[in-house]
């Protein structure tokens, strides 16, 4: 019999991570799910059980994430998979955001991912196993979305740093992926989850575009389906050699290939300048 592994889901109220928790917990696996508030998880999928843990947990606070996670290996005597799921998306060209609105979405996306590594490397180090799926985005290997471009970073660096976890770790048994996100049918790109400029220039007429194009026209009309999502991950985290890229969603290979073909044709046509520096 299949010995149920033990999943710490951030940002499982909604979303994604929503839809990931619901199926684990059909599925039978135990599961620490944690928000911002306990009871945007109680609310939903009920209270502490031999099955479930809900978790209160600020992921800019570094010991506030420790306390989770040792909760969590208390509660069901370790952990085995970890989703970094939690995150949100800041609209607004780099000119408009200000240093405190371009701050916090590193501090949730980037730092906030950090610390869940941080501190559930020593446990799973000790047993000599793991997941640990970063959940990116297609903006995290192509940025070129006018008004996403700080967001776009934040997803760049989770790719980065989970090319080089997935090198550190696999000496220990445990394998990292980072997962690039399409569009998802989700509450992402509602007005109470995307983050658009405070002070807004109205001269980027194309960043407003693309803010009106997602949160009017995409919101609600996302290909892919996050159920579906779900069934990915728990597949990928059967597997003995699974990915460290993980692109999900119908229209993410077409961003892949709009960033393949932008950068062969800049390295062709600039080749003579390229290699114009050796000594």
């Known amino acids: ?21 619901k199926k684990l917990l059909s599925d039978g696996f135990k599961v620490a799910a944690t928000s911002r508030t306990v009871e945007s998880l109680t609310d939903v999928f009920g209270e502490k059980s ?20 040792d909760k969590t290996v208390e509660h069901f005597g370790k952990v085995d998979v970890i989703v970094n799921n939690a995150g949100y998306g800041q609209l607004g060209t780099l000119e408009e955001l200000s240093d405190a609105e371009a701050r916090a ?20 180090r000790e047993q000599k196993s793991g997941n ?3 959940i990116s985005s297609v903006g995290g290997y192509y940025g070129g979305f006018p008004g996403w471009g700080v967001y776009c970073s934040t997803k760049f660096a989770v790719a980065g740093f989970t090319e080089a976890l997935a ?9 990292a992926t980072v ?49 579906k999502a779900a069934d990915v991950l728990i597949q990928i985290s059967k597997e003995e050699n699974p990915p460290v ?27 003579d300048l390229t290699l114009s520096t050796g000594i």
Do not use: C
Request: hydrophobic share 40%; charged share 25%.
């Open 179 to 227: 997962v690039y996100p399409g569009y998802f049918r989700t509450d992402f790109l509602t007005k109470d989850s995307v983050r658009t400029p405070e002070n807004s220039i109205e001269a980027y007429e194309a960043a407003r575009n693309s803010e009106k194009a997602h949160l009017d026209e995409i919101n609600g009309n996302q290909p892919n389906d996050p159920v």
């Open 167 to 175: 090198e550190e770790a696999k000496d220990f048994g445990i394998h």
């Open 50 to 69: 031999d099955q479930f843990l809900p978790l209160n947990m600020n992921i800019t606070d570094n010991n506030d994430v420790k306390t989770a996670l």
């Open 1 to 21: 019999m299949e010995t149920k592994k033990v999943w710490f889901v951030t940002g499982a109220s909604k979303g994604l991570g929503f839809e990931l928790v």
């Open 105 to 124: 979405n590193f501090d949730v996306n980037v730092f906030g991912t950090l610390n869940v590594i941080r501190n559930a490397m020593p446990y799973l």
């Open 132 to 134: 640990i799926f970063n």
């Open 245 to 271: 890229h993980l692109l999900l969603g119908v229209g993410a290979p077409e961003f892949l290939n709009n960033k393949i073909e932008a950068i062969t044709k800049d390295a062709k046509n600039w080749e």
